[in-house]
């Protein structure tokens, strides 16, 4: 097909003259030229240089029921001839933002009945934060300010969210954290496990929650908040001993739990939310991103009975956002949903595609290059190591041998994305088996050919204990 745009070497120009791109080395980009998508479908990419790509990450972890379902289209183009726009401020509601309150209410699990919507995950978690610290200020509590969280979180990238987030390099930009957040370590048994079992290790990582709130006093500890399966830290699967102990010292210390849904909810990890794969009930759930499948932004704080009670009942919570509830955004939320339900999606995650994917991706694990091969869901990550039996790190920069496997990975038209060595994947739910067949084989290439280029390289040295 002829492509109806400029060629790529002009677009690149134009992109590196203009365009300045979230958490990209600019000069490097500009150096190199970004890769161009210009069409989509299912679970393949098309680049402007015609390449058919698959797409391994949905996106970026968000496109669950696939690219280009007309229906979601179809949603958004009547929503915008109806009520393009309309806000949900000062006593006024439209019939797209309350159908979607009571579906995601039936939807989440336990008593979190009650929905505030945000324009994506950074900003749901900044409603978070304002509002668990509302919730025991107007308990006449206002000193229990402080929220908990974890090292190598991700949880978006607003100065309240990159806060709560717990990576260190952002943090190191810009005067982050604000005040008030505390940071325990997180449960990856891989990197950090040592002579540990993982289900003792999990539990110890799940008692510094108990050691700092005792630290700091539980009478001002606010929240622990953390993703069911750390995505950006690297698709960090917990031990099976983590959770159930860290819902028990929330209940035991009257801590709230936020579980940031945001890449775990709407099917990616084989059920509705992560909250349940991972058997806990938090207080606030974080959504975005699947919630639309990407297709517009949104995001949503689902909070409980006790929360909505607090925050409703007393003086106004002076917060909110031009687009919470955007009727177009709220119609295509309420289309993706029903796709998900109704085609069977989420169920065929759990039944069919998951137990496939994961039976080939830990099949990965035997590679010379791969230490341990985790997947849960459609969210699986593999460690790259010099030396399988010490779960050695490179004694390279962190990330060298990642992000050739990543190129490797593109070079044959897979998107994989690397975070240091750890390379993980996140496709669409939709993707047969078939696609996930062509995933693996790809993957397996890529390993193979960055394993070789690693050993020309002499990167295949492993670190030092003490480095
Ligand atoms: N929370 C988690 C767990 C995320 O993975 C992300 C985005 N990757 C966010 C929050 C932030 O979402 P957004 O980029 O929509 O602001």
Redesign the pocket.
């Known amino acids: 097909m002829r492509e109806n745009h400029l060629p790529t070497a002009e677009l690149q120009a134009l992109d590196a003259a203009h365009h300045m791109h979230p958490f990209t080395d600019g000069a490097a980009l500009a150096k190199k030229g970004a890769r161009i998508i210009t069409r989509a479908k299912g679970v393949w990419l098309t680049d402007s240089d015609g390449h058919e790509i698959l797409d391994g990450m949905a996106g ?2 968000c496109v669950n029921v696939g690219y280009g379902r007309e229906e979601l289209a179809e949603a958004a183009a009547k929503q915008m001839r109806e009520l393009a726009f309309y806000n949900t401020f000062f006593q006024t509601s439209h019939i797209p933002a309350i159908t979607l309150a009571k579906r995601l209410a039936d939807l989440a699990p336990g008593d979190l009945n009650h929905v505030f919507f945000n324009g ?4 749901s ?1 900044d409603t978070n934060l304002r509002m668990v610290r509302r919730y025991w200020q107007a308990l006449g509590k206002p000193e229990k300010s402080v929220v908990i969280s974890r090292w190598n979180a ?4 607003t100065m309240g ?1 990159a806060s709560l987030g717990g990576m260190k390099g952002m943090h190191k930009q810009g005067g982050l954290p604000i005040p008030g957040i505390a940071y325990i370590n997180q449960p990856d048994w891989w990197s950090e496990g040592g002579e540990m079992s993982p289900e003792d290790f999990g539990l110890a990582r799940a008692r510094e929650l108990e050691a700092k709130i005792l630290e700091i006093g539980a009478d001002k500890v606010a929240a622990f908040i953390g ?1 069911p399966i750390q ?2 830290g690297g698709v960090i699967v917990p031990p099976a001993s983590y959770w159930p102990e860290i819902q028990r010292i929330c209940r035991e210390h009257g801590i709230l739990l936020i579980a ?1 849904e ?2 775990c909810g709407f099917g990616r990890t084989g059920n509705w939310f992560g909250s349940q794969t991972m058997g806990i009930t938090p207080d606030i759930m ?1 959504c ?2 699947g919630l639309t499948s990407g297709y517009i932004p949104m ?1 949503a704080s689902i909070v409980s009975d006790e929360i909505a009670r607090v925050i409703d009942g007393s003086e106004e919570f002076a917060h909110g956002y031009t687009y919470s509830g955007h009727p177009v955004a709220a119609a295509v939320a309420l289309e993706n949903l029903r796709i998900l339900e109704e085609d069977g999606i989420v169920t065929r995650v759990r039944e069919e595609t998951a137990p496939y994917l994961k039976t080939q991706w830990e099949a990965l694990a035997e590679h010379p290059l791969v230490g341990e091969a985790k997947i849960v869901g459609l969210m699986g990550s593999i460690a790259l190591t010099p030396d399988k039996a010490a779960r050695a790190k490179f004694a390279a920069k962190e990330g060298t041998v990642g992000y050739i496997c990543r190129e490797r990975c593109f070079a044959n038209n897979l998107i994989m994305r690397h975070v240091g060595d750890r390379m993980i994947i996140s496709p669409p739910l939709t993707i047969s088996r078939e696609e996930v067949d062509i995933l693996i084989a790809r993957a397996r290439k890529s390993l193979d050919e960055g394993y070789a280029q690693a050993k020309a390289e002499g990167l295949m040295e492993a670190a030092t204990a003490d480095a």
Do not use: R
């Open positions: 970026l972890w994506s995950g950074s900003d978690n991700y949880h978006g990238s969210a993703e995505g950006a940031d945001v890449i974080t975005a991103k995001g």
